[in-house]
T-cell receptor, first 118, second 110 residues
Framework: DTGVSQDPRHKITKRGQNVTFRCDPI?????LYWYRQTLGQGPEFLTY????????KSRLLSDRFSAERPKGSFSTLEIQRTEQGDSAMYLC????????????????FGPGTRLTVT | SQQGEEDPQALSIQEGENATMNCSYK?????LQWYRQNSGRGLVHLIL?????REKHSGRLRVTLDTSKKSSSLLITASRAADTASYFC??????????FGTGTRLKVLA
């Protein structure tokens, strides 16, 4: 396993368009997280999944954002009607939690998808 | 919103010197982690300290936690040019949701 992968690595879109990002976590990991990071700031929590269930979503996340993890494996993050303020790096991370006491609080991050909205 | 704030925001030291950065947070936590981010490798986990621990070591890293002051420090000893990166603390409270701080940008000069 080569770690967490994200696709695409870069996305340039025009304001008002919809975009979708994909994250493939480490195969045995049951937790998957999405973060957003802007220049000079730390990653900002967006949402996370335990298997296919979305357990929490940031109140900062507008209704234009939606995330899915349909089979408990890969996840997608969709942004509808993009705005220039959505320009950021979108990070995905995964971890292994809760199986027979095997709790790894360590999160493994992907390389991110850099979104530029023009 | 960011839970933690790192201090200083930026730090520049000579190779071989020690680097100390601090993290302050606002609410009670289960554990606190430190991550490193550079352009080459993205975000990488460094070390975790639980709320009932006061100090942990990992190689050249030493982390302390003071829950009464809601603060943590990361010490990197004998720094190397390869330690140049941004360092973030991340806190967890009650769930597996993590809140990252604003980061300290460390530059190690050869």
């Amino acid at each position: 396993d080569t770690g967490v992968s994200q696709d695409p690595r870069h996305k340039i879109t025009k304001r008002g368009q919809n975009v979708t990002f994909r994250c493939d976590p480490i195969s045995e990991h049951n937790r998957l997280y999405w973060y957003r990071q802007t220049l000079g700031q730390g990653p900002e929590f967006l949402t996370y999944f335990q298997n296919e269930a979305q357990l929490e979503k940031s109140r900062l996340l507008s209704d234009r954002f939606s995330a899915e993890r349909p089979k408990g494996s890969f996840s997608t993050l969709e942004i509808q009607r993009t705005e220039q303020g959505d320009s950021a790096m979108y990070l995905c991370a995964s971890s292994l939690v809760g199986l027979r006491g095997q709790n790894s609080y360590e999160q493994y991050f992907g390389p991110g998808t850099r979104l530029t909205v023009t | 919103s960011q839970q933690g704030e790192e201090d200083p925001q930026a730090l520049s030291i000579q190779e071989g010197e020690n680097a100390t950065m601090n993290c302050s947070y606002k609410t009670s936590i289960n554990n606190l982690q430190w991550y490193r981010q550079n352009s080459g490798r993205g975000l990488v986990h460094l070390i975790l300290i639980r709320s009932n621990e006061r100090e942990k070591h990992s190689g050249r890293l030493r982390v302390t936690l003071d829950t009464s002051k809601k603060s943590s420090s990361l010490l990197i000893t004998a720094s190397r040019a390869a330690d140049t990166a941004s360092y973030f603390c991340a806190t967890s409270f009650g769930t597996y949701k993590y809140i990252f701080g604003t980061g300290t940008r460390l530059k190690v000069l050869a």
